[in-house]
Antibody
């Protein structure tokens, strides 16, 4: 069974940094692209970042490019999201997702809440 | 950026009815390889989103055949025949043809 468990969320001040982790199990981690998607409270979904199975390429929308970094440790079956220069608009639940059959978000974790506030 | 416009914003149905949700894109979603990266997700109350449909009309593993995706180019539709209680929640369309990848704003399916 595919399992994705996110950790690392919490309350952080504007301008500070936070690193999220996602531990994967139930599949061969290094065979799949992984992504982060977020959802602000009461709002819709937003794609945040994606990384190829090898970790050799990464992709971001402009809203986080230059501030967020997605990475992975295939030996530890773990996906990361380093978030720097956090803003209030980054407040959201962050979901870790796995791809399959040409779709980036076939499997989702339960999410971890990040609150950016002074 | 590609804008996906979902209509209606909310939809009230009676159990057993058919429901239909539209997703219109500001650009064609057919990629240069001929594939159309249009997907549908359902987020049930208090849960993470779940994949229903990928590639316009392909049902993901375990998705009941009452969920039917169709469309091409810029116009797409998700039909749910015979709505059941577990179908209630917010439906999102999503495109991964153009960077940045974008979601529609969502359609809330609720009981009448």
């Amino acid at each position: 069974e595919v399992q994705l468990v996110e950790t690392g969320g919490g309350l952080v001040q504007p301008g500070r940094s936070l690193k999220l982790s996602c531990v994967a199990s139930g599949f061969t981690f290094n065979n799949y692209w992984m992504s982060w998607t977020r959802q602000a409270p009461g709002k819709g979904l937003e794609w945040v970042a994606s990384i190829t199975n090898s970790g050799g390429s990464t992709y971001y929308p402009d809203s986080v490019k230059g501030r967020f970094t997605i990475s992975r440790d295939n030996a530890q079956n773990t996906l990361y999201l380093q978030m720097n220069s956090l803003r209030s608009e980054d407040t959201a639940t962050y979901y870790c997702t796995r791809d399959t059959m040409g779709t980036l978000f076939a499997y989702w974790g339960q999410g971890t809440l990040v609150t950016v506030s002074s | 950026d590609v804008v996906l416009t979902q209509t209606p914003v909310s939809l009230s149905v009676t159990l057993g009815d058919q429901a239909s949700i539209s997703c219109r894109s500001s650009q064609s979603l057919e990629y240069s390889d001929g594939y159309t990266y249009l997907e549908w997700y359902l987020q049930k109350p208090g849960q993470s989103p779940q994949l229903l449909i990928y590639g316009v009309s392909n049902r993901f593993s375990g998705v009941p055949d009452r969920f039917i995706g169709s469309g091409s180019g810029t116009d797409f539709t998700l039909k749910i025949s015979r709505v059941e209680p577990e179908d209630l929640g917010v439906y999102y369309c999503f495109q991964a043809t153009h960077d940045p990848y974008t979601f529609g704003a969502g359609t809330k399916l609720e009981l009448k």
